[in-house]
């Protein structure tokens, strides 16, 4: 869930341990996967070999590609499906450099990618979930109901300037005071660990963070983001597919799109089984969070628009330009072609 799984002793502990591992795994599976892809394309009537590189370990955001895969979908289209770990690069920079051809990412990473210096041909050619379910959270008894709460606290980040920015903007919405907040970054650590024990509140996905913590029986707070400012309706996760690729193999993102289309549909309508696939691909997962993680976002894969994938062009420019607006990005987004619908079944 954004750069946010082993037995879960309390919510994304796991990562900060198992990250190296992933990390050398995902180096030779992506190595591996691309040398495949390579060779076995020149083989007239093969099937076509894909790499997918996700965002972080797998969790309930993949479900609908997991699925798709053990169900056959992706076969049916003539697809061949690795899904591999990303390096510490991330997807966007492995996709725009064609070391796989579709990826995980978020709305404002291709908002950065496409406005850096150095801007990175990417683009949003569907949205995972359809309406952003993130937010600041701690447990209740710190008592944080609003941002103007967030004076005196202790905020633990991942380190992301997107942070910082959002903490302002709330506060002074709010008439708070952002000197008196005190940042610290835990990266990967847990959130429920770390909100028992190093600091006051911190950004979730409340997917996975917020049903883990109801899962372990911690009463929290939770401050969706676009509850409090409406601009902040973002989409988060999105699947991401370099210009070059999408232009050269419009049936590919096609059959690519149908076939993940299908696999999200059925972990709407059977989120159990389809958190049982995720956890046979993903053993070290715990079974109890997946499943009430899998039951809460299978209500979400669809919201807002009602079709999976689909991306409003108002939300793209409305958060691009609350980005521009806060010092985020260099530029304003050119966001009508930061995505595309095009290649979603009709």
Request: proline content about 4%; some cysteine.
């Amino acid at each position: 869930m954004k750069n946010k799984q082993k037995k879960y002793t309390s919510g994304f502990n796991v990562l900060k341990t198992l990250k190296v591992v992933f990390i050398f795994i995902a180096v030779f599976s992506l190595m591996a996967a691309i040398f495949s892809c390579n060779s076995n394309r020149e083989t007239p009537g093969s099937m076509e070999e894909i790499i997918v590189v996700l965002d972080w370990v797998p969790n309930t955001n993949h479900t609908g590609i997991y699925v798709a895969a053990e169900k056959g979908f992706y076969e049916k289209e003539g697809l061949k499906i690795t899904v591999v770990q990303p390096t510490e690069g991330g997807a966007a920079d492995l996709i725009a450099a064609n070391k796989g051809q579709f990826g995980i990412s978020y709305q404002e990473q291709v908002t950065y990618a496409r406005t850096s210096e150095n801007p990175l041909p990417i683009k949003a050619i569907a949205a995972i979930i359809g309406s952003n379910t993130s937010g600041f959270a701690s447990p209740k008894d710190k008592n944080i109901i609003t941002p103007a709460d967030f004076e005196n606290k202790i905020y633990g980040g991942w380190g992301s300037p997107i942070e910082e920015a959002m903490l302002k903007a709330l506060m002074e919405k709010y008439n708070s005071d952002f000197e008196k907040l005190e940042i610290v970054n835990i990266g990967a650590s847990d959130f429920i660990t770390s909100v028992q024990k190093d600091v006051d509140f911190s950004w979730i996905f409340f997917g996975w963070d917020g049903i883990a913590a109801q899962t372990r029986g911690l009463d929290i707070n939770f401050m969706l983001l676009q509850d409090l400012d409406e601009n902040l309706d973002f989409y988060t996760p999105v699947i991401i597919a370099s210009e070059d690729f999408i232009k050269a193999n419009p049936g590919i993102i096609s059959s690519f799109l149908a076939a993940t289309s299908k696999g999200y549909e059925f972990a709407i309508e059977n989120p159990v089984e389809a958190a049982n696939i995720l956890l046979k691909s993903a053993p070290e997962l715990d079974e109890e969070i997946v499943l009430n993680s899998q039951k809460y976002l299978s209500g979400y894969y669809k919201k807002g628009s009602g079709k999976w994938g689909f991306m409003e062009e108002k939300i793209w420019e409305t958060f691009s330009n609350w980005m521009f607006e806060n010092n985020l990005t260099q530029e304003m987004l050119d966001h009508k072609n930061a995505f595309t619908n095009e290649y979603l079944p009709k």
